[in-house]
């Protein structure tokens, strides 16, 4: 093992040892659940859509963002095709066998930007919370969470311009 990966797991460790307090665990597995295939961005950048009427549309090209990260975040997976961790138990099912990047991450950042741009800035401390409840749940090392979010702000951050509806150069 090189030193990269003893500190991914050392620090992984760290993180799955807080998942012994209930309260925790209980919210990261709350966070993991509603970020189960971006369903918690896709509903805020819905629901975004359904108030804020005059931006409706950078509303929609926002969630269409998240939505986007999160697909390409599962086509790095079957490519990279790195296992979950095995010396931590996890606190929760995962929908595939895959680690890298860490979906959850992908779209939450994505969202963080994407609908951060709209002025949704509480997004972002939420999106946060769903990428270390990850670790804290033990599926991801952190850096499939640090690949997944700079996945999801990057995918998010090039569209920003697609997303306010402006066109040209």
Known sequence: ????????HRILATFRARGADPCLAS??????????????????????????????????????????AHLASMGVKRVVRRARPAHAEPLVRT?????????HAASAA?????????GAHAVAPFAAAMCLSR??????????????????ALTARIGTRWM??????
């Open 110 to 118: 994505a969202a963080a930007v994407a609908f951060g741009a709209l």
């Open 27 to 68: 919210a990261a597995r709350g966070l993991s659940l509603a970020g189960e295939h971006g369903a918690l961005w896709l509903a805020v950048g819905l629901t975004g859509a359904a108030v804020d009427r005059a931006r409706r549309a950078s509303w929609v090209r926002g969630t269409a963002l998240v939505a986007g």
């Open 135 to 152: 670790l804290v749940v033990g599926v991801h090392y952190p850096s499939d969470v640090a690949a997944g979010a700079a996945l999801g």
């Open 95 to 103: 929908a595939g066998q895959h680690s890298f990047p860490s979906s």
């Open 164 to 169: 306010r509806g402006q066109t040209g150069g």
């Open 1 to 8: 093992m090189d030193h990269f990966d003893d500190m991914d």
